[in-house]
T-cell receptor, first 111, second 112 residues
């Protein structure tokens, strides 16, 4: 157990739908990062939050959004889902660069 | 954007053999990290390198931060079946956001 908790582990939904992925960071970590992993693109950085505020943005689509709540958990919202959004979505947390810890991921399948 | 070129894409070796994989970049990174991902799990940090030229070991794993700051390699000695997985390099180019750029991974298969 890495200490980073992601739910749900698996999600199957239809095109056009909206889903929410949840991440609880490791105790004491203020930063949360979201990554998308697909077979052809590898691990792609989506967005980072630090203590509730957006800190960095990567290749995140406009249909996707995220937030970090006062208790530091984070949610990634994916809307108007397309087949190509099927991927593994990872959350990671850190206090410093060497302490970057990943959760076990959410496998999203869009049918 | 920044890209890391990781090679080889895959390796199939016999148990007991040594393995070497590397990452190169067209831009400078201030930190290099190596991760391993097992099926159904998230990547797990193996080694972190913070200084150009640094050579660091973690058991049978050794990694080096290239002196040009544009490359890094990971060696695994005397491979065992549990070394199977995907190995990723990752780089951080600086700044306080700690955003990492990942290579596309090396799939390692170890034949007992």
């Amino acid at each position: 157990d890495s200490g980073v908790t992601q739910t749900p582990k698996h999600l199957i939904t239809a095109t056009g739908q909206r889903v929410t992925l949840r991440c609880s960071p490791r105790s004491g970590d203020l930063s949360v990062y979201w990554y998308q992993q697909s077979l052809d693109q590898g691990l792609q950085f989506l967005i980072q939050y630090y203590n509730g505020e957006e800190r960095a943005k990567g290749n995140i689509l406009e249909r996707f959004s995220a937030q970090q709540f006062p208790d530091l958990h984070s949610e990634l919202n994916l809307s108007s889902l397309e087949l190509g959004d099927s991927a593994l979505y990872f959350c990671a947390s850190s206090v410093a660069l060497g302490g970057y810890t990943f959760g076990s991921g959410t496998r999203l399948t869009v049918v | 954007g920044q890209q890391l070129n990781q090679s080889p894409q895959s390796m199939f070796i016999q148990e007991g053999e040594d393995v070497s994989m590397n990452c190169t970049s067209s831009s400078i990174f201030n930190t290099w990290l190596w991760y391993k991902q097992d099926p159904g799990e998230g990547p797990v940090l193996l080694i972190a390198l913070y200084k150009a030229g640094e050579l660091t070991s973690n058991g049978r794993l050794t990694a080096q931060f290239g002196i040009t700051r544009k490359d890094s390699f990971l060696n695994i000695s005397a491979s065992i079946p549990s070394d199977v997985g995907i190995y990723f390099c990752a780089g951080h180019s600086g700044g306080s956001n700690y955003k990492l750029t990942f290579g596309k991974g090396t799939l390692l298969t170890v034949n007992p």
